[in-house]
């Protein structure tokens, strides 16, 4: 009966350079070390990698191993075994098609024992890119006049590549972090597993878990829960050791403001609060252009437009979403109102009103504060990109969605409500609360 094939996944291969030995002692130097690290494991496949000088030398050992699992691949052009670029690349290939191939990188072994230093580099360096951590060589305790390990002395030595692989998955997490991607950080690093360690290693591994535990708090920042945002540093707060990423204690009150809300709170603690947030919201707004979330950035931005007009209306006193129909100017207004056919809305009970986004600029033109007008001005003129985009969004009443054309077009809606924000006379904390709403925003530098 024919034995039943492996899968690849399952699959054990072998992959080694083949260098040149000694041409006297060719047994010796170069067949014998190879044949045993090819003894050394039980292997499916096993993969040399000549150069073309040396696939003579490659052929001979295939001879030897007699069997078909043995496969050699050499280098693809000739002459270019000192060139751990090019090597580099071949043996890149190689290992890339052994792994689309459905091969598990944790079966593949590299033994980089025998071929020219440029060909053991980039052995190494193709390994490591590929994320294939069994390597290993053939040494030994006694050597020749040449530094060859002597014949019969030969065992095999496992390269430790931990470190190498914390590295590899901090400098990921780290290129995540910087592009503002905290979601795919926390995937990531959601299986990593850190152990008592020293040295080293263990500067790595604390690193990683403050950038997971960084990521989480800035998930939940992102998606504007302020008080998970706080839960998940509080839960954590042993792990964050102060690196780049760390919340500083500027966000940490930041966000604590922000989680800190009250309906029922006085209308000067709710005109600070929604400040605040009318920020918060820009900078985020801001994060979805550099995400390319045009309609996520559509959308924040006519909310901060919505933001700014309760916080004006809340600095004269007034809520947009509890306006007493007793005062004698919610009444004034609402008569000037139903002489243009408008009105306001109701509350159930009778006794309040409600005021949408361009009804809160007009009652505070009516109230004389010079923000009603600017507030009527960036309405009108950019009501194509916000208004209007916003309300024919796919996420609203729309079936298409925004395009790359009108980038140039929100990007000037955004600067012009930052600028509303800057030049508010009311509003001297503006730039102070962009900054820390923006400081999320980390460089790419």
Known sequence: MEKEKVPYIQQRVLVLTVGTGSEKQLEKTLIKP?????????????????????????????????????????????????????????????????IHQGFDRSNITLDFT???KAMSAALLMAGMSREISNIRYVSGDERDDRGMVRSGTERIEQVNTRVVDTRQLLNKSENLMQCGNFEAVCLLLQ??????????????????????????????????????????????????????????????????????????????????????????????AERRMRDGLYEDAYVRCYRVLELIGQYCLFSNGYDSGKLPLSDQNIIAFEEKLLKKSAELGRIK?????????????????????????????????????ITKNRNNSILFHGFTAANTDQIAKLNDAMKDLENFLLEDSNFPEAKQYLDIARSIKFSLN
Request: aromatic fraction near 8%; charged fraction near 25%; charge should be negative.
């Open 34 to 98: 190879i044949l045993k690290s090819i003894d050394d494991g039980e292997w499916d496949t096993i993969i040399l990698l000549p150069s073309h000088k040396t696939l003579p030398h490659a052929q001979k050992i295939l001879d030897r191993t007699n069997t078909s699992n043995v496969i050699c691949k050499p280098l693809n052009i000739s002459g270019i075994e000192s060139d751990a670029d090019k090597c580099f690349g071949h043996f890149d290939r190689v290992l890339g098609e052994l």
């Open 114 to 116: 025998r071929g020219t």
């Open 191 to 284: 299986n990593n597993s850190t152990s008592e360690s020293a040295g080293y290693l263990s500067t790595l591994e604390n690193e990683l878990r403050e950038i997971k535990a960084s990521a989480i708090v800035y998930l939940a920042w992102d998606r504007f829960d302020y008080q998970d945002a706080i839960n998940q540093y509080n839960d954590r707060r042993n792990q964050f050791i102060n690196g780049r990423f760390s919340p500083t204690l500027d966000m940490r009150n930041w966000v604590e403001s922000l989680a800190d809300y009250d309906r029922h709170q006085c209308i000067r603690s709710q005109t600070t609060y929604v400040q605040k947030l009318s920020c918060d919201m820009l900078a985020n």
């Open 349 to 385: 009970n009778g006794q309040y009103a409600t005021a949408g986004r361009l009804q809160v600029a007009r009652l505070l033109k009516f109230l004389n504060d010079t923000r009603g007008e600017k507030l009527i001005d960036l309405g009108d003129k950019h009501d194509r990109y």
